[in-house]
């Protein structure tokens, strides 16, 4: 498969971009990140890329918060009832 060029790969970054935002509003699995061009950044796309790459740091601290707010809840949460004795599931009327 032929390496995409800086303008395909900064359109379908975009649209990864977007899709990751929707994804994780909805709980969906994320999709795969686009293929990286193999040619070397032009000046012409250098900006572009340095917002793209804005974009996908605040992308990393959205999903980090959202992580740190589940591992949060998911401590406090007394799930297992761990400090009290099981409730028995038969009577033993043999004792």
Do not use: C
Not at 39 to 66: C, F, G, I, M, W
Not at 70 to 91: A, C, G, Q, Y
């Amino acid at each position: 498969m032929p390496s995409p060029t800086w303008d395909e790969y900064l359109a379908n970054a975009r649209n990864h971009i977007n899709q990751t935002q929707q994804a994780l509003l909805e709980g969906a699995p994320l999709s795969v990140p686009p293929a990286h061009p193999t040619e070397p950044l032009t000046e012409d796309h250098k900006k572009a890329a340095e917002q793209l790459a804005h974009q996908y740091d605040e992308l990393v601290a959205e999903v980090l918060s959202r992580m740190i707010a589940i591992k949060s809840r998911l401590s406090t949460m007394d799930r297992w009832n761990l400090h009290e004795s099981p409730e028995p599931l038969f009577v033993n009327i043999i004792s």
